[in-house]
Structure formats: C-alpha cells, structure tokens
C-alpha cells in the first residue's frame, strides 16, 4: 500500500524517528512550562505521581519510535499483533489530539511566536502518528 509515494513501513519507519525525536525534545518541557517552580506548589506526593506519569509518557513515546523504526516491517505483516499494536498506537496518539484541542484550557498556554510555532508542529505531527497507525492498523487488519 502506498501513501504519497511512501510505502505503509517507510511511513511507519518515519513515525518511529519522529517519535525518538519527540521523546528527546520532550526533556524540554519542564524548563519551558516552568514545572518545578509550579509543583513547588503542590503536596509532594502530587509532585511525585506528575513526574511518574511524565516519565511514562516520555517512555511510552520512545518505545513507540523504537519499535517502529527499528521493526517497521513487523508491524504491517498482517498479523493479529501487528494489527492490535498499530491500532493501540493509533488509539494512543487519536487520544493525544483530542486532548489537545477538547481537555488542555488553552488560556494558559505559553505565549510568543515560537511556542505558537511549536505547538503548530506538534499538533502536525499528532495527526501524522495517528493517521499513519490507523492506516496500519486497517492494512494489517485487510491482510488477516
């Protein structure tokens, strides 16, 4: 299956490096959302379970990219797995754009031209991770 000139596993390749991208551009956003000096604020225990839950994210995000780039074939092999994984990964990064533009209160958002740019290509590349995965998931899902 082609996709503008890209095969589903070159996407999906694409994807992967994206994701490791992300990952390591996420060790950043502590100092760009200013967390310490705002969890100062909170209860440790609350202090404790943000950044658990951040460092989840951030593995979750590279093990996505890892798998992906380095096992691109496996997972559009038409198999029942490779079927659940992309369409899990597909659910994963669905969820992560409509909690972008229905949950986040956008008032408080970063202000200046360059967060303004930051937040665009995230959101691109979102909708990119869900489009590729869930155009995986169906083509493995038609193999079966």
């Avoid at 969820?95 to 360059?114: C, E, H, M, T, W």
Wanted: aromatic share 16%; hydrophobic share 55%.
């Amino acid at each position: 299956m082609k996709t503008i000139g890209f095969s589903i596993q070159q996407l999906i390749w694409f994807a992967g490096l994206a994701q490791v991208g992300l990952a390591v551009g996420s060790l950043t956003i502590p100092r760009v959302l200013n967390w310490r000096p705002e969890l100062l604020k909170v209860q440790p225990l609350i202090k404790q379970m943000f950044w658990t839950y951040a460092a989840y994210i951030l593995v979750i995000n590279l093990c996505f990219g890892l798998l992906s780039a380095l096992a691109s074939n496996d997972l559009v092999n038409g198999t029942r797995l490779a079927t659940l994984l992309t369409g899990f990964i597909a659910a994963y990064w669905i969820s992560r754009v409509l909690i972008q533009f229905l949950y986040f209160d956008r008032a408080n958002f970063p202000s200046g031209k360059l967060h303004k740019l930051a937040e665009a290509v995230l959101v691109v590349l979102f909708v990119f991770l869900s489009i590729v995965y869930s155009r995986a998931c169906y083509f493995n899902y038609m193999q079966s």
